[in-house]
């Protein structure tokens, strides 16, 4: 893409993602992008993802070059908590963009040179990958009772919040290393998914600008969904209690 070398994290949390994590390394691992490194953060996934991930790494990676690299945690304690710290390490290690991005294949890693884009014209230290901007869809795979939920909750955030980012729940973002530093990951309350939101939020309170570009997000490749009522919940509440510590 470029001659200058950006450095750019890749942030990949995994949990059971082993028929999913090789084609996704090899097509993040592909993009053209100097300075690009993937690191997996694997929550001690008993199907062995922890282990393919290492395999992985020491294939990709060369003497003086390491594009790849795992971040093993203990036990299964939340996406959220899974982002924080793997795009905390990303930030000791020299990274100037962290890029969100799930293992599971729904995400366009086509787009990420895109996004990168729009943060160096923008001066931005957010881009949303959004389903809900113009150009932007959902795959037909997707049920009624799915797409609704994902509407409602997006409207939802916004409305409590009066935040304008259209898809505040987008798991694909693109951040700047100063606006992560400002957030402060250590200090966020969400462990599940309302970490998008919360996140989000708390860097545009920062006066950070956020832009948006639109993606197609496609069903999972292989796998199950790992949404659960008691994250769906704290989604619910998060927005609340942050607008409460707003007033």
């Known amino acids: 893409m470029t001659h200058d070398v950006t450095p750019v994290t890749v942030v990949m949390p995994t949990y059971n993602e082993a028929a999913n994590l090789p084609g996704m390394a090899e097509a993040v691992l592909a993009l053209p992008l100097d300075g690009l490194h993937l690191k997996v953060v694997d929550d001690s996934s008993p199907d062995g993802t922890g282990r393919i991930a290492e395999e992985l790494a020491e294939r990709y990676n060369r003497p003086g070059m390491r594009r790849m690299s795992v971040l093993h945690r203990t036990g299964k304690d939340g996406l959220g908590r899974a982002y924080a710290a793997g795009m905390s390490a990303a930030l000791e290690e020299g990274a100037a963009y962290v890029v969100q991005m799930d293992a599971d294949g729904s995400h366009p890693v086509e787009a990420v040179p895109r996004m990168l884009r729009a943060a160096l014209e923008c001066d931005a230290g957010l881009v949303v990958g959004s389903r809900y901007v113009e150009g932007g869809s959902l795959d037909e795979a997707w049920g009624a009772h799915r797409v609704l939920l994902s509407r409602f909750a997006n409207r939802y955030a916004r409305a409590v919040l009066g935040t304008e980012i259209r898809d505040i729940t987008a798991g694909f973002n ?74």
Do not use: C, N
């Not at 530093?181 to 966020?188: I, K, M, Q, T």
């Not at 309350?189 to 639109?214: C, M, N, T």
């Not at 997000?217 to 949404?227: A, D, H, I, P």
């Open 174 to 247: 693109l951040w700047s290393a100063p606006t992560l530093r400002d957030v402060d990951l250590s200090s966020l309350d969400s462990a599940g998914y309302s970490f998008q939101v919360e996140l989000k939020y708390k860097a545009v309170r920062a006066g950070h600008r956020a832009v948006e570009i639109p993606i197609r997000f496609t069903e999972r490749t292989e796998g199950e969904s790992k949404m659960t009522l008691r994250t769906q919940l704290e989604s619910a509440v998060i927005p609340l209690r942050l607008r409460l510590r707003r007033r």
